[in-house]
């Protein structure tokens, strides 16, 4: 029986036939491995972030989930640009950016920004909140119309800080207010596309709340395109349109919000889904968990073929001597499994 795709949301409806702003095709980041102390030889490459293919449309969040050290952040920072590329492409808003020059590439940077996911260390605590928050508009050199002091306070103002605090010092502020700096500080220069690490990870569950739901507003006021980087897949489901989960550097599967947590394919997506806790005590109690066997492979010496074989239960011989692409299996949904789980109507 054929299933109906998942009812968009009220975003992806509106960037339905819209251009790509961003498309990935590709991606690759490895980091070499030298030994020796005068005549340093390269040994090996950890592969953070190999093979990565997708793209993200105008107005649209795209999540990205994975446990830790699979090369989420990494791949964010590659496509931003605050990383090389070793292989493949970056496409922004049609133009390659992949090994673009810092020098041509500053002007673009008005358009797309990060937020980092420790408020504590990505913010200078020598600096003032107004140096840091209006370090944008002096790179770019940009005047406004009102003055540097009053653009960076009416920041302030916009991401729920008082902007009398403009001289204040980041020790003098709690993490969910320093997060809401970052944020200030992202969106100075109104970017297009805004590519979120774990921006809520190291904050409380009461201020995380407040902070996404902050992303949200100014997602719908200044029409942002956001990449949200995640672990949490509860954080991951309240914000994002579509959900891309990722393994060992690799993307296993790619599906609409909806589609993806009611009709997930990939063995480990089950897995990932299986730990996130259901708010009734009763199916809590009885739903069967599924506990992943073994620890994550080093990305230094990645398995061959499917990456997630040597955890898998469903693993055959195939799994291990090819590896599965990532292919549309239901509308707006792909996956890389030579076994995905079947597609069962709720």
Not at 46 to 57: L, M, Q, T
Not at 104 to 117: C, E, K, N, V
Not at 135 to 147: C, D, N, R
Not at 202 to 209: C, E, G, N
Request: proline share 8%; charged share 25%.
């Amino acid at each position: 029986m054929t299933a109906t795709a998942s009812e968009p949301s009220a975003r992806s409806k509106r960037a339905l036939g819209a251009e790509p702003i961003l498309e990935v095709e590709k991606l690759e980041k490895h980091f070499p491995v030298k030994r020796g102390i005068l005549f340093q030889k390269t040994v090996g490459a950890v592969k953070a972030v190999d093979g990565v293919s997708f793209s993200v449309r105008p107005g649209e969040t795209l999540g990205v989930v994975g446990e830790s050290g699979c090369g989420k952040s990494t791949m964010g920072r590659v496509v931003t640009r605050l990383l090389e590329p070793t292989g493949g492409r970056v496409r922004f808003e049609g133009t390659d950016i992949s090994h673009m020059k810092q020098g041509a590439i500053r002007p673009l940077r008005r358009s797309f920004q990060m937020i980092f996911q420790d408020p504590y260390s990505s913010l200078n605590p020598r600096h003032t909140i107004g140096t840091i928050v209006g370090a944008p508009f002096k790179l770019q050199k940009i005047q406004t119309e009102k003055g540097t002091k009053r653009a960076v306070q009416d920041l302030l103002e916009l991401v729920g800080l008082n902007p009398e605090h403009y001289n204040r010092y980041p020790h003098e502020f709690s993490g969910g207010q320093r997060q809401r700096i970052g944020v200030a500080r992202a969106i100075a220069l109104r970017p297009k596309l805004i590519v979120a690490d774990e921006p809520v990870s190291a904050l409380d569950v009461s201020i995380q709340a407040q902070v996404i739901n902050l992303l949200e507003d100014l997602q719908s006021e200044f029409n942002l395109t956001l990449i949200f980087i995640a672990h949490d897949l509860s954080v991951v489901r309240h914000i994002s349109d579509s959900v891309a989960v990722m393994y060992l550097g690799t993307i296993v599967e790619v599906a609409d919000n909806v589609e993806l947590y009611e009709h997930p394919l990939h063995p480990y997506t089950h897995a990932l889904l299986s730990a996130v806790p259901i708010p009734d005590p009763d199916k809590e109690q009885h739903r069967d968990r599924i506990l992943l066997q073994g620890d994550v492979p080093s990305p230094l010496n990645p398995p061959e073929a499917c990456r997630f074989h040597t955890r898998c239960w469903k693993v055959q011989e195939i799994c291990k001597t090819v590896e599965p692409p990532l292919l549309q299996i239901a509308p707006n949904h792909k996956v890389a499994c030579h076994f995905p789980e079947e597609r069962v109507l709720i």
